[in-house]
């Protein structure tokens, strides 16, 4: 009988202690996400700008479905053996599908572009943008093409030039201060993660990179050489945003910031001879962003656009102009 209750006490122990560890772990686990998501909203909601012109969204999840196309352009100018000549490629656009969540604003997007799934092109390119509470903002933008195609023209005769003789690897960064950032604020126009309540707009100004390596194959419709060209330019700038509110759902942003070269590393081979160039006076970087957003309650929808210019002087007879574009199209809801 004793043996009985002993073995009878063991396993209501076990019972007990059986239950009561994972109601434990459930408390302690519970108690450490509170303490996370007290922490990520006294930090989202951080009294760091001017709520007469901005607020956050009142949620805490932000759920998005949104495509980007993307592009790049060339344009060469200039004389070959008393030969003038214009080259215009432009690189396949590029359309990818993304779906995201972010909670407080930290959030996290899983993207796919069907054409490269399919082996269409191994064109490929990386965007990032970061807002800093410090009104510091930073754009990165890299891309590798292999798709370059287009038009050359020599003495007004014009002949196409095809897919796969021009590649090029570019990198554009911008870093800027934005002056009046407690009251103007670029994510309200891109990202969402904040709201414009009036119409503001602020200087800004920052520092602009623009490098690329450009490569071409000899070929009659383009050149009877192997070309390289690689470029490496910092520019200083300054200019302005603007993010009108209008009939209180909608917002309307345009902003840009053109840069002055400053200092330039550069170098153009031609059939294995090198020589370096400097940059010219006016060579410029120039930056700009344009924005429509639409807030209905929870619901949201937003078009928005950044595009990057470079002008470039290589050597006294060519000229380089280079483009890259990306237009994002959004449509979200507030949870």
């Known amino acids: 009988m004793k043996i009985g209750n002993h073995i009878f006490s063991i396993l209501s122990s076990a019972l007990l202690l059986t239950l009561w560890l994972p109601a434990t772990t459930a408390l302690a686990s519970s108690d450490f996400w509170c303490k996370v998501d007290s922490s990520m909203s006294i930090r989202y909601h951080r009294p760091q700008i001017d709520t007469a012109y901005l607020s ?50 930290l959030g996290a997007s899983l993207s796919i572009n069907p054409a490269n799934l399919q082996g269409k092109y191994n064109d490929w390119e990386f965007n990032l943008s970061l ?33 796969g003789l021009v590649t090029q690897q570019m990198g554009d960064i911008n870093a800027y201060y934005v002056f009046n950032h407690k009251r103007f604020s670029y994510p309200a126009a891109t990202s969402q993660s904040y709201l414009q309540k009036k119409s503001c707009g602020s200087l800004i100004a920052g520092i602009a990179y623009f490098g690329a390596i450009i490569k071409t194959d000899a070929d009659s419709a383009l050149t ?66 344009g924005a429509i957003v639409y807030n209905r309650d929870r619901y949201f929808m937003s078009s928005n656009m950044i595009f990057n210019f470079s002008d470039t002087e290589a050597g006294k007879n060519l000229k380089i102009e280079n483009t890259k574009w990306k237009i994002c199209v959004v449509m979200g809801i507030r949870l």
């Open 224 to 289: 009877e050489s192997n070309v390289d060209i690689r470029i490496s330019h910092w520019g200083i700038g300054a200019g302005y945003g603007y993010n009108l509110v209008a009939w209180h759902n909608w917002l309307f942003h345009l902003s840009t910031m053109p840069s002055v070269i400053a200092y330039s590393h550069n170098r153009l081979t031609i059939s294995g001879k090198r020589q370096t160039f400097a940059n010219r006076f006016p060579d410029v970087i120039i930056m700009g962003k």
């Open 131 to 163: 807002y800093q509470r410090q009104g510091i903002e930073t754009d990165f933008m890299f891309q590798s093409a292999k798709t370059f195609s287009g038009t050359v023209k020599r003495e007004g005769k014009e002949q196409r030039v095809d897919a």
């Open 56 to 105: 956050r969204p009142a949620t805490k999840w932000t759920f998005k479905v949104k495509t980007n196309t993307t592009g790049a352009g060339i344009k060469a100018t200039g004389e070959s053996n008393g030969t003038k000549m214009e080259t215009n490629l432009n690189a396949a656009a590029k359309q990818t599908y993304a779906v995201g969540v972010a909670y407080l604003g």
